[in-house]
């Protein structure tokens, strides 16, 4: 999904832009489980804190916008608070790759009985280029 540029907006004029509202009152248990997207492929939230990826595609920070794919990696996930002044929360993972870990993080969209999972692809959460991972059924 593409949508409009945003420059010095608020976390939160940029969250409802390009994600939507943020389910109230979501929690860790509400997101575990399996999700799915394109380009990124699969993606799994344990209840006990574990994340594993499979064909998932990663911006590397510091490129000119180069892409990766990776075929498979497994680490950790957790639900935090991104500023105090704005209360959105984000879904933060660190995922051992072949050849480093990753750090990956998502917006959170849909509602707590359906969540999504949203992805900047882009790297810039102004530009709205993201994929949306819809919980897999």
């Given at each position: 999904?593409?949508g409009?540029?945003?420059?010095g ?6 969250y409802?832009?390009?994600v ?8 860790s248990?509400?997101?575990?489980g ?17 994340v ?5 595609s990663h911006?590397?920070h510091g490129?000119?916008g180069k ?21 959105i ?18 917006n959170?969209?849909?509602s707590?009985?359906k969540p999504e ?5 882009g790297?810039d ?8 991972l819809?919980?897999?059924?």
């Amino acid at each position: 999904m593409t949508g409009p540029a945003l420059s010095g907006c608020s976390l939160s004029a940029v969250y409802v832009l390009c994600v939507g509202e943020q389910p109230a009152g979501i929690t860790s248990a509400d997101l575990a489980g399996a999700y799915r997207g394109d380009p990124n492929g699969r993606l799994t939230l344990a209840a006990d804190g574990t994340v594993t990826v499979s064909d998932w595609s990663h911006r590397v920070h510091g490129t000119s916008g180069k892409v990766v794919r990776i075929a498979h990696a497994s680490g950790t996930w957790a639900l935090r608070e991104t500023t105090a002044e704005d209360g959105i929360l984000e879904v933060v993972m660190t995922l051992d790759a072949e050849g480093g870990t990753v750090h990956e993080y998502a917006n959170i969209g849909g509602s707590r009985k359906k969540p999504e999972l949203v992805y900047h692809l882009g790297g810039d959460p102004d530009s709205c280029e993201t994929v949306d991972l819809a919980r897999a059924e």
